[in-house]
RNA sequence: UGGGGUAUCGUCCAGUGGUUAGGACCCGGGAUUUUGAUUCCCGUUACCUAGGUUCGAAUCCUAGUACCCCAG
């Protein structure tokens, strides 16, 4: 289990530095790999992005210090056209995406893995807090052992063939302090590096900006309703808002109000209680059974509607068209059409797909 | 323009002689976060105007101004 040749995805931070050396020092035969996401133009000074230059030095200084080569591969075009692109599409909609599932689906674990195979790795390994695991079931998506940083829940749309060519080798440690600690231990400039945050596309998380500077529009104004449909204020554009947003309405009221509908036909926000965010069932579409095969009848496990939310009790029916219908136990707050949601039986992500409503 | 009522942070309210004038919401900053949100912490801002009574007035009195309600 310690020979291979490993293509590993390196971002410059101090997992896939800490993952790199890992490797390595496993025996592996590995080369760092960092994808150039943003057009250089993109990049300004100060703003950090995943992808900026002086994050692909860092990269480049890691795989330098580890040993191993470095390369750098344009997926400008690729990352464009399969995660920009349908993240201002789905803002145009009235949807909240989530870029970083599909920058993994077709990305990290889509092109860069079919390059690596072209090339004859055998592997793509990535800082990922999840894990792998194989039996004769076949392979299974678990959790990663930090509770506090699991990234599967952006893992979910990862297939059999895929799992069988990737390497997590940070799932089992935790961030804190153990990877910070080989970081340090091996002198990693990385090692007190900031972790990321933010779209990594998105300058200043200005996303309202980066879509009209994308499209060339400018979302037009428009009326804040209440529930009753009477006009509290004016917004600067309807995609700016999501379900459940409370800061940036500029609406005072005897209580705080969150944003419970969201109507880019109508041009309309529209704000109410808390509790009318409040919802036991949706139906997600795109979905992924990890396993590859649709379980026959409706599922117990439980689901986590956004990232870093407790797995909340539910049942999970496949529906005839390959959508996935879920139930919940327990009312969930703000399901928010183009966020993903992610099913889990204990550490396993059983599958995931991206909420189409809410019911 | 008859009678009654109210005037306090950007907003809504609390405070009836001695308070660092309080809270909620908004706003700003920070923490958290490989999405968007949520959440948490910190912070800025106010007593309608002019007189008067008091050792002392947001608080009492008078006038002015503004708004509201009932009358008409």
Known sequence: MTSGRVLVAMSGGVDSSVCARLL??????????????????DDRPGERTCCSTDDIADARQACWDAGIRHRVFDYSREFARDVIDPFVAAYEAGLT????????RHLKFGALLDLALELGYDHVATGHYARVTHDVAGWHLLKGVDTRKDQSYFLFGLTQERLAHVMFPLGGMLKDPEVRDIAASYGLTSANKKDSEGICFVPGGDHLRFIEERTGRI?????????EGNVLGRHQGALRYTLGQRKGLGVACAKP?????????????????????????????????????????????????????????????PLPDGRVRLEFDAPQRAITPGQATVLYLGDEVLGGGTIEHVE
């Open 257 to 317: 109000v969150y944003v419970c509908k969201v109507d880019t036909v109508a041009n309309t926000v529209t704000l109410g209680d808390e509790d009318r965010l409040m919802a036991s069932a949706l139906v997600a579409g795109e979905w992924n059974w990890v396993s590859g095969h649709v379980p026959a009848e409706p599922v117990r496990a439980a689901a986590k509607v956004r990232y870093r939310q407790p797995d909340q009790p539910c049942v999970a029916t």
């Open 24 to 41: 390595v020092d496993a025996g592996y035969e590995c080369t760092g790999a960092t994808m150039r996401l943003a057009t250089n133009e």
């Open 219 to 227: 979302a037009p104004e428009g009326d804040i309703l209440d529930t």
């Open 97 to 104: 995406p989530n870029p970083c599932v599909a920058c993994n």
